[in-house]
């Protein structure tokens, strides 16, 4: 398995862009080009919100966020953002539904990138970091399962971890404390996926952050630079080899108990997600173990 893991990997992660996905269109139609990464950021906080078939669900985030995000704006107008909805090579109307947003806001505060093609979850959220012009980045679901309110205690727990070392840290929302209550409601078979995945992760890659899939994370700009530029997995263990990767670079993490609530339409597929998501953790760690990857950065435009 060992010698299997070295032989497949990839050096480095692969990162391209399709010429449509270099650009975003605005409220009045036109083409603009996508900016980057490393180009100074010019807005406190992005919001990246990676979409995929999310038509149903979508508007009740984006209401959620963007009525939180103006009203902190008008409370204090030095408060700047963009909203960043990526679709990950939808098949309804999931770009439809979020120009709407484009349209009412302005292209300066809701985007939307259309990916040609399905990258995954992981892939999706870097194809919007590297897209962005925050300090700070927020990654956001769009089924609103988080309340967007807790932003605060996130960006808290980022706080907390200052001074932030080369200007990195990263907090991350938690649902570590609500897991009695929802064994109760799951059945006995999910409840063990559960647990083996809550044990691989443990044993194999991260060992101090209890809940390592909640998709509500801030990071700064020079952290999700970073470690994202080194990520490798595009699907639902990318949130695990993330934080791997900021553990090996001695990043500052904070776990921080947010609210949440289960939404139906959940794409994760119980035994199959989870089966990927086991051989994706103990790759991770082989491939990282073996010197197959490495911990190197690539400037990706």
Not at 51 to 63: C, G, K, T
Not at 107 to 126: E, T
């Amino acid at each position: 398995i060992c010698m299997i893991a070295h032989v497949t990997a990839r050096r480095m992660p692969t990162f391209h862009r399709h010429e449509e996905e270099k650009f975003f269109v605005n409220a009045e139609g036109r083409k603009k080009s996508v900016p980057s990464i490393h180009d100074p950021p010019t807005r406190e906080l992005s919001v990246v919100v990676p979409s995929y078939n999310e038509e149903d669900r979508l508007p009740l985030m984006m209401d959620e966020a963007l009525d939180y995000l103006e009203k902190r704006q008008k409370q204090d107008p030095s408060f700047t953002y963009e909203v960043i909805v990526v679709d990950d090579g939808s098949k309804d109307q999931t770009t439809k539904v979020a120009m709407k947003y484009c349209k009412k806001y302005g292209s300066d505060k809701v985007r939307v990138l259309s990916l040609v093609k399905n990258r995954g979850k992981g892939g999706a959220v870097r194809m919007g970091v590297f897209s962005s012009r925050g300090k700070k980045i927020l990654m956001a679901d769009a089924d609103g399962a988080t309340k967007f309110a807790d932003i605060e205690k996130v960006e808290e727990g980022l706080k907390n971890l200052q001074p932030w070392p080369n200007q990195m840290a990263i907090s991350c929302g938690s649902r570590a404390h609500l897991e009695k209550d929802s064994i109760a409601k799951r059945s006995y078979f999910r409840t063990l996926l559960m647990y083996g995945f809550h044990f691989l992760v443990w044993f194999l890659c991260v060992k101090e952050i209890r809940d390592t899939q909640c998709g509500f994370k801030l990071l700064t700009r020079e952290a999700a630079s970073r470690t994202f530029s080194t990520l490798h997995i595009e699907r639902w263990a990318f949130d695990v080899e993330l934080l791997y990767i900021a553990q090996r670079l001695r990043i500052p993490i904070a776990e921080v108990a947010v609210n949440w609530t289960e939404i139906e339409g959940s794409k994760l597929v119980p035994f199959w997600s989870w089966l990927q998501m086991g051989r994706d953790l103990l790759f991770i760690r082989l491939r990282y173990m073996t010197g197959a990857w490495q911990l190197e950065t690539r400037k990706y435009n």
